[in-house]
């Protein structure tokens, strides 16, 4: 079955540090991989997609990932963080015969200043 | 350009009641989906509905039942509440309904049973 493992359930940064949060999946076909950010009270934002091509995917507010098929991993990253940056990040691949994604339990991220 | 609408954005409910939450979706968009967010975990699949066809199902009980209008909007209703209903719903809409057509998700309505 499809599912998705976010490893870090909170992680904090400094200000200005870079950032990778993990995102692990298990997918027998080629997947199709997102990555949502939610911000308290908020629905879910996407911030960026693989669906297939150059495995290095940019996304919004300067975030970017990276697929990784023998690794099975899409992890996110972004060079300097910024305080408000600070919000629930969660990956998702596309599960196919439903039409749905199914989601990892998210990394709750944390900006020191 | 509106996006996904939700209402209500909060609800108090009781044991054993039944609730009906409302979506509107982004202009243009013909599917819906309905996600449950528990509290410290990832949004789990709820339903997905395509001109007014439901195209999907996940793993919740008969209690928990959808519609889609003409308009493409939609209702979620969830009879017989429990505490364990208690959580962050969440609707999405997208263009396609099949395929990987990025979810456009509503801020959601934020159910409590009491």
């Known amino acids: 079955a499809q599912s998705v493992t976010q490893p870090d359930i909170h992680i904090t940064v400094s200000e200005g540090a870079s950032l990778e949060l993990r995102c692990n999946y298990s997918?027998?076909?080629?997947?199709?991989l997102f990555w949502y950010v939610q911000s308290p009270g908020q629905g879910l934002q996407l911030l960026l997609k693989?669906?297939?091509?150059?495995?290095l995917v940019q996304g919004i507010k300067g975030f970017e990932a990276e697929f990784k098929r023998s690794q099975s991993s899409f992890n996110l990253r972004k060079p300097s963080v910024h305080w408000s940056d600070a919000a629930e990040y969660f990956c998702?691949?596309?599960?196919?015969?439903?039409?749905?994604?199914?989601f990892g339990k998210g990394t709750k991220l944390s900006v020191k200043p | 350009d509106a996006g996904v609408t939700q209402s209500p954005t909060h609800l108090i409910k009781t044991r054993g009641q039944q609730v009906t939450l409302r979506c509107s979706p982004i202009?243009?968009?013909?599917?819906v989906s309905w996600y449950q967010q528990v509290l410290g975990q990832g949004p789990q699949f709820i339903f997905q509905?395509?001109?007014?066809?439901?195209?999907g199902r996940g793993n919740f009980p008969d209690r928990f039942s959808a519609r889609q209008f003409p308009n493409y909007s939609s209702e979620l209703n969830v009879n017989a509440l429990l505490l364990g209903d208690s959580a962050l719903y969440l609707c999405?809409?997208?263009?396609?309904?099949?395929?990987?057509?990025?979810?456009?998700f509503g801020n959601g309505t934020r159910l409590t049973v009491t």
């Open positions: 999405a809409s997208s263009l396609h309904d099949r395929g990987p057509s990025p979810l456009h």
């Open positions: 997918y027998g076909a080629t997947p199709y």
């Open positions: 693989y669906f297939s091509g150059d495995t």
């Open positions: 998702a691949v596309y599960g196919g015969s439903q039409g749905n994604l199914i």
């Open positions: 202009s243009g968009h013909k599917s």
């Open positions: 509905y395509y001109e007014k066809e439901e195209r």
